[in-house]
Structures are given as C-alpha cells and as structure tokens.
C-alpha cells in the first residue's frame, strides 16, 4: 500500500507552498488598493442566507438556526454574495466590492473547492462593457503583485500585459466548431443535430442548455484565453438567469465570462433588475433543479424586493483562488489555500 500524502500542514509541504501563499497575500493587497483608487467601498456580506442562490446546478451547505425558544429554521451558507451585495446597492451604495468566502457543494477538482473566495463587486449605473475594462485592468495588477507578464497553467500561457480578446458566444461557436448558434435558439433538436454533425455525443432527453453546454465545454472553452485573456460575450438569453437582455438583439443577453489559459475566471452581468422577469427565472431554474437532482432552494423574498428599488448596475464575479493559480503556476487550488479543506 503507498504511504498517505503528507497533510498540507506538515512543515516541508507547507515550505513549498508558502511563497504560493504569499503571493496570494500580495495580489489581494493589491487589488484591495486599487478598488480603493476607484471609490469604491468594500463591504462585508453574512455567509448564512434564506437561500443560498437559486441555479439549477450549484448545489449548497445547508444548516440550522436556533432560536433561544428552541425553535428551528433552515438557513443556507451562501453560493455567492449576489443577494446581499444587491441589497446593498438598494440601500443606495453605488460602488461596491467584497472578498467573499463562498460554499458549493458536490465541487472538487484541481480547479474547484468546496469552500473558496469571491471577489465581487458592483457598479451602479455604469455600463457592464465597463466591468470589462475592470477585468483587464485586475488581470495586469495580479500579474504585476506576482511578479509575472505571463500566467500559466497546464503548459498554456496568456501574456498579462496585453488586453483581452472581445468574442461573442456565436462567434467562437462557429470558429470553434462549426455550429450556427443563434437559429438554434429555439430548437434543441436543432442544436443536438448540429452537435452530432461535428462529433458531440448527446442524448435524448437533452435540452438546449444541457446540449449547450456540452458544446461549451468540449470544444470552445479549452481554445480560450490562449496567448491572451478572452472576454467571452453576448451570451444567449437563455444562459444569462441574471442578465438583461442586450438593446440591439434580445436573443443575446448582457453577460460576459473572462478566460485565461482555458480557465474561466469570472462571470459578468448587466444586472436583471425586473422582480417579476426574476422571479419567473428563479422559479424555472428550480423547476428543473426539482428535476435533474431531486431538490430546490427557496427563493429570498426580501431579494425580490429589494431588486424592485435598485438601481440598474452591473456587477462582476472572480474566483480569487484561480487567478492566484495562474499568476504563480499552482497546479491545483490547494496549492494557494491556507488551509484547505481536508477531504476524508
């Protein structure tokens, strides 16, 4: 039988991996002060929520809250701090940002961890093509904290210093495998048809997300932020539950994702701020989570509330543990925890 691996605490591992973790200290640092040059206020979100988001495949930690009668709730820690930031900005904060501790179940691999850290943050009243200068703007003051031009990982590189590519999804579904996305909106059938024409294997009872998805992640995804970052955008209506749909054609909605070196690192939305449309998305994405896994979360009624008086903003998710990867080469995400969770 091969000896166990040594625990992360064991003083050699730990030695190999501290300036890992170092670097981890200075990236955050850095990104701290210059939201701080931004106006921006950083704020702190609770971790226990009424709902913990409502996707179809994010799965959550659930607990309970006594009260000193004896009397019990169930509460969620939360998947991200969308809620509680948008809150925020219905209180009236116009800039915002938060490092947040995040918890998603049924998550672990060399890119995922159950418990991990989010940086979010929030503009009102500014357009979501701004969060993308942001993203460039965060990519160059990780690599410059690191003291890299160059993020790596798996043998691919992006160059830090040069602005990200600008794709649509429709673009990099016809450059990178052949398939006319847009008409297939509509038709699962069609989709599945086109993906079988290129050599995607799919089943019967697919719909057009999970066919999506499939494409997504076999064929494009692997070819992004190659030599470069890529900001991918225009993400069909769909695919975009948070997402209001773009001016120019409502096919496509106003959300981007950031890539580098194959690995998505962020996820950006001009922010829904319809309840009702919410509310309808909420409720379908839990219709099939009911579906697929047997399960559903509830939906925060003081969310839909508040998104009634918020502002219109546009708000951005990046896994802070990721970049922290590609800025210093770390093969897994371990590798740039303090202290990771132990899988027994």
């Known amino acids: 039988m091969a000896d166990a691996p040594s625990p992360w605490w064991n003083p050699d591992v730990f030695a190999d991996r501290r300036p890992t973790l170092l670097a981890r200290g200075r990236i955050m640092a850095a990104i701290r002060q210059w939201f701080g040059t931004q106006d921006f206020v950083e704020v702190e979100t609770p971790i226990l929520q009424v709902s913990p988001g409502n996707e179809t495949h994010l799965h959550?930690?659930?607990?309970?809250?006594?009260?000193?009668?004896?009397?019990?709730?169930?509460?969620?820690?939360?998947?991200?701090?969308?809620?509680?930031?948008?809150?925020?900005?219905?209180?009236?904060?116009?800039?915002?940002?938060?490092?947040?501790?995040?918890?998603?179940?049924?998550?672990?691999?060399a890119l995922h961890h159950p418990e991990f850290t989010m940086l979010e943050w929030y503009r009102a009243g500014e357009?979501?093509?701004?969060?993308?200068?942001?993203?460039?703007?965060?990519?160059?003051?990780?690599?410059?904290?690191?003291?890299?031009?160059r993020f790596s990982h798996g043998g691919l590189t992006a160059d830090a210093t040069v602005a990200p590519e600008r794709v649509s999804i429709a673009e990099v579904f016809q450059r990178f495998a052949s398939i006319d996305l847009l008409p297939t909106l509509d038709d699962a059938a069609e989709l599945?048809?086109?993906?079988?024409?290129?050599?995607?294997r799919t089943a019967g009872d697919d719909s057009w997300s999970d066919v999506f998805s499939r494409v997504l992640v076999e064929r494009v995804e692997p070819k992004l932020g190659l030599g470069r970052a890529t900001i991918l955008d225009r993400y069909p209506a769909p695919e975009a539950a948070w997402a209001r749909p773009a001016p120019d054609d409502p096919r496509v909605a106003e959300r981007f994702e950031l890539f580098a070196c194959g690995i998505e690192l962020a996820n950006a939305f001009g922010e829904l701020t319809d309840p009702a449309e919410q509310r309808r998305r909420m409720e379908q994405a839990m219709a099939e989570k009911q579906r697929l896994y047997g399960e559903r979360y509830p939906i925060d009624e003081d969310f839909l509330a508040a998104l009634a008086t918020m502002s219109p903003a546009s708000g951005c998710a990046l896994g802070v543990d990721r970049l922290v990867m590609l800025a210093t080469g770390a093969p897994r995400i371990e590798h740039v925890l303090w202290a990771p969770v132990v899988d027994r």
């Open 60 to 109: 959550a930690f659930a607990t309970e809250l006594a009260a000193p009668t004896g009397e019990r709730s169930r509460l969620y820690l939360h998947t991200s701090p969308e809620f509680a930031c948008k809150k925020l900005l219905a209180a009236g904060e116009r800039r915002l940002f938060t490092f947040a501790r995040v918890f998603r179940n049924g998550e672990r691999s």
């Open 127 to 149: 357009p979501y093509e701004t969060l993308m200068t942001d993203c460039a703007a965060l990519l160059k003051i990780a690599a410059e904290a690191a003291g890299i031009t």
């Open 192 to 200: 599945a048809a086109a993906a079988q024409a290129v050599g995607i």
